[in-house]
């Protein structure tokens, strides 16, 4: 089904929480291409969801505005059933083609950050200036960094239609990771978007949520946000945790054992770097503990048998 505001030849497929939005695209009337495919334990419903938008075309390819687990974990199985990647095509950054053919987890960040990720291969990159053919029609591909220094985004022109990744959401933008381990992301952030607002879109196609419409009241969101963080970087990386915390809960919707959860908190690369970086003198155990009764002092978790996610981890 159409969603209004888009062309014709566009399919929104608006996911929930752990995967991001698919963007279908009937190119002609034999195949389609896809934008991001949703998390790895979603793939069965991812598949069954783009075949339904198909109707009966080809998915040819698939495009990934940046390979953060939850937005390239159904790119595996959608290969497999449209007949491999000769036949179903992947294209990812260009900065990231090698880690993906070469199935990096540390590179592609999945190890450090405790995602699971399904591997595939990919056939092109693309970059910053690049135009792409979608739904009969031309996109530019726009560099995004600052949530993840390879992110792209794509813009249609004459829709004035953005494709922006998590770069802007309508109520805020990703965790910018590298400024959780005290490298620089915070000015790559402020300078997408900056360049969202150059572009003036009529409408926003965002990684999570809806489509929306006011994106100067987005932009204006964000920037303040993003002032926050700016001017408390330890805020910021706090907040990251507490996002992690809740993906992993989300990943486990019967529950987790708070122990279980500890050690999965305790082992993860990116956590051991931020603490090493703000908080030098607190434990794992420590920080874990402030993280989760953060995570109860906002009701985003509860304790049941298990401790549950109650809230979407933006």
């Known amino acids: 089904m159409a969603t209004p505001l888009l062309p014709h030849s566009m399919r929104l497929l608006e996911r929930g929480w752990l995967s991001a939005n698919n963007i279908v695209f009937l190119d002609d009337a034999r195949t389609a291409s896809v934008v991001d495919t949703g998390y790895v334990l979603h793939a069965a419903q991812t598949v069954a969801l783009v075949r339904h938008a198909l109707g009966g075309r080809q998915l040819a390819r698939i495009v990934n505005t940046h390979l953060h687990s939850d937005h390239c974990g159904g790119n595996a199985a959608l290969q497999l059933a449209f007949g491999g990647a000769a036949h179903c095509a992947v294209t ?6 090698r880690a993906v053919n070469n199935w990096d987890e540390d590179a592609l960040s999945f190890r450090s950050t405790g995602q699971q990720a399904a591997g595939f291969s990919a056939a092109a990159g693309m970059a910053a200036g690049d135009l792409l053919q979608l739904g009969g029609m031309p996109w530019r591909v726009h560099a995004a960094p ?3 220094p390879h992110a792209l985004m794509l813009f249609q022109h004459d829709a004035r239609l953005l494709i ?8 805020g933008f990703g965790v910018v990771f590298p400024e959780m381990v005290g490298e620089s992301g915070f000015a790559a952030t402020r300078s997408t978007l900056d360049a969202i607002a150059a572009l003036a879109p009529a409408a926003v196609i965002p990684g999570h949520g809806a489509v929306f419409t006011d994106v100067a009241a987005a932009l204006a969101r964000a920037r303040s ?3 926050v963080f700016e001017a408390s970087p330890e805020r910021h990386a706090r907040h990251g945790l507490r996002v992690l915390l809740k993906f992993q809960l989300l990943q486990q919707p019967e529950g987790v054992a708070r122990d279980d959860l500890r050690a999965w908190f305790c082992d993860a690369e990116l956590v051991a770097r931020a603490a090493r970086h703000f908080w030098p003198n607190l434990t794992l155990d420590a920080l874990f ?3 989760l009764d953060a995570l109860f002092l906002a009701s985003a978790a509860s304790r049941r048998d298990h401790l549950v996610c109650n809230a979407d981890p933006a």
């Open 289 to 291: 503990s402030e993280t």
């Open 164 to 171: 922006s990744g998590d770069a802007l959401w309508e109520h």
């Open 225 to 227: 946000r993003l002032g």
């Open 92 to 97: 990812v950054p260009a900065g990231e083609l």
């Open 146 to 148: 600052g949530h993840d």
